[in-house]
């Protein structure tokens, strides 16, 4: 019978440590989901194509965004090339300096 209090004891410190059981689906409600989903889409601009637009004006608007991104890809990459070399200079410096 002690056993069996002494093995209950922790069982129930330990139960009640838990906290509250909430059903995690109460947790993701539309306030908690949907609001935060809509206000990370806001400045998002609206797609390219428009019903208004003929398929030839659409076809030139995804051929200018495809390369506005591609130039930004570029810039970006010429970035990274320029930081890349800076720190490959760094090193060596330091690695000459320590000699």
Request: proline share 6%; hydrophobic share 45%; with cysteine.
């Amino acid at each position: 019978m002690k056993k069996l209090v002494l093995a209950a004891v922790p069982l129930a410190f330990a139960l009640t440590g838990c906290g509250d059981s909430t059903d995690a689906s109460e947790d993701a409600v539309a306030d908690t989901v949907e609001v935060p989903a809509d206000e990370a889409m806001a400045d998002v601009p609206p797609p390219a194509a428009q019903e208004t637009m003929t398929p030839q004006q659409a076809e030139a608007t995804i051929e200018e965004n495809d390369q506005s991104a591609e130039d930004a890809a570029d810039a970006a990459q010429s970035t990274v090339d320029d930081a890349m070399a800076a720190a490959e200079a760094a090193t060596s410096e330091a690695e000459d300096s320590m000699e």
